[in-house]
């Protein structure tokens, strides 16, 4: 007897190991096989995959017996993964709607694009437990010179030969135009059929991510394409820019983007002295991308508990029915203190330690705006002295053929 069930495997388990010893219940792991998930007696059931028709089709049986379902998101959404996977026969259309109950969103920009596509009431705002270790200890910048940048590619750089040759030919660009920008480095971190076709040195690296923080602390700027490595590198607070040479559509937008070769060294010198304004939209991508209020295996853990003790309290014989907001959400603030010097340096004036403006301060803002008004009449009455314009201006209705009277004067 278990009140939940992950179906899960050894694979993904890493997912949610986090929130485990945070339930304080009974746990069991299963796979997608209905008569071993219904042999624990579970009131939910978490899930991080129901596209296959084979994984629906056992979720819509365990959701007829009255069993929570929680979908729970540890990646983004991308469009080519959406819309330009090659193997629809075998997939429903990808979470148009998702069957489980409750979704956990990674942030808001999520759970806005996932209730678009029928899954209103079902999403709430979670954020990923794997995240928490990092959102708790951002790292500072590493010094420099010499300037590394991360180069990362997704697990499925393609989902077809055209988009993998797209991304096979930009990360060889990436090498050819990195070599004329004095002071940088290279650090690799692409996928095993990237590395074999561009002969580059094996990595042996942990495929869980698990040594990506590690990673990410020691570099000074990441191009990668879209992947959730992506929020990964902006919650690291690296100035990032997605590497997308098929020029798809993106959920998650980005401060730089390289979609051709004459993009890359210019924004790769930008990434090594970025701009404060585009380090403040980063940011602000991140936390519309990313729940960053609270600890996100805190949140799964109270969501998961409210959801076993709903269904126990529900009535029997009646369909299942779970309220739209099960979690409640913090606004951006009201948890740990935003590091202003740090994310928001842009913007010194709406930080919580700029001075309050003074009566001198308006007075300022006064006389400047009397001063371009003053010069913005003088300009206009220097134009109104140009005798071609008076003409245009007294005939310009004629001229193009209006009979109505020109509403246009001349001074």
């Known amino acids: 007897m278990a009140d939940l069930v992950v179906l899960t495997g050894d694979k993904t388990i890493h997912h949610i190991e986090p929130v485990l010893q945070r339930l304080g219940m009974e746990v069991a792991q299963a796979t997608y096989d209905l008569e071993a998930i219904l042999s624990h007696n579970p009131k939910v059931v978490l899930c991080l995959d129901d596209y296959h ?58 759970a806005r694009l996932l209730e678009s596509w029928g899954n209103a009431g079902k999403c709430e705002l979670v954020g990923v437990p794997r995240f928490d270790p990092l959102a708790a200890n951002r790292p500072a910048l590493p010094p420099g010179p010499p300037y590394r940048v991360l180069v990362m590619t997704a697990k499925t750089p393609g989902f077809n030969k055209e988009q993998f040759e797209a991304c096979r030919r930009s990360i060889e660009e990436v090498r050819a135009e990195a070599a004329h920008i004095p002071h940088v480095e290279l650090v690799w971190r692409v996928s095993p059929k990237i590395r074999a076709a561009l002969g580059l040195p094996e990595q042996g690296l942990d495929t869980r991510g698990a040594d990506l923080h590690q990673q990410l602390a020691g570099v000074h700027a990441v191009l990668t394409t879209m992947s959730t490595a992506y929020l990964e590198s902006l919650l690291a607070g690296r100035p990032t820019a997605i590497l997308d040479y098929t020029n798809s559509p993106h959920f998650i937008s980005s401060s730089w983007r390289i979609c051709c070769r004459e993009h890359l060294a210019p924004v790769l010198r930008e990434l090594l002295n970025p701009p404060k304004v585009k380090l403040a939209y980063q940011e602000f991508v991140l936390r ?115 009979n109505q009277k020109s509403r246009y004067r001349a001074s």
């Not at 994984?55 to 009255?66: E, F, G, P, S």
């Not at 779970?322 to 979690?327: A, H, N, R, T, V």
């Not at 842009?346 to 930080?351: D, I, V």
Request: with cysteine; aromatic share 10%.
């Open 288 to 402: 519309d991308s990313l729940y960053l209020e609270e600890p996100a295996a805190d949140r799964l853990a109270r969501l998961l508990k409210t959801m076993v003790e709903h269904v126990k309290g529900s009535t029997a014989g009646t369909a299942l029915r779970f309220p739209d907001c099960m979690l409640s959400v913090r606004s951006p603030g009201m948890g740990e203190r935003p590091d202003w010097r740090r994310d928001y340096a842009a913007y010194p004036h709406l930080s919580p330690d700029a001075p309050a403006p003074t009566a001198r301060d308006y007075q300022a803002a006064v006389s400047t705006a009397l001063y371009w008004e003053t010069k913005h009449r003088e300009y206009v009455q220097r134009l109104n002295r140009i005798p071609a314009l008076g003409f245009l201006k007294r005939n310009v209705g004629r001229l193009l053929g209006i």
């Open 53 to 110: 028709l084979l994984y629906a089709h056992v979720l819509a049986q365990v959701r007829q017996r009255n069993i929570g379902i929680l979908m729970m998101f540890d990646g983004i959404l991308e469009w080519r993964r959406t819309f330009e996977y090659p193997l629809e026969g075998e997939h429903l259309p990808f979470e148009q709607p998702v069957g489980a109950h409750k979704i956990a969103c990674l942030g808001a920009l999520q």
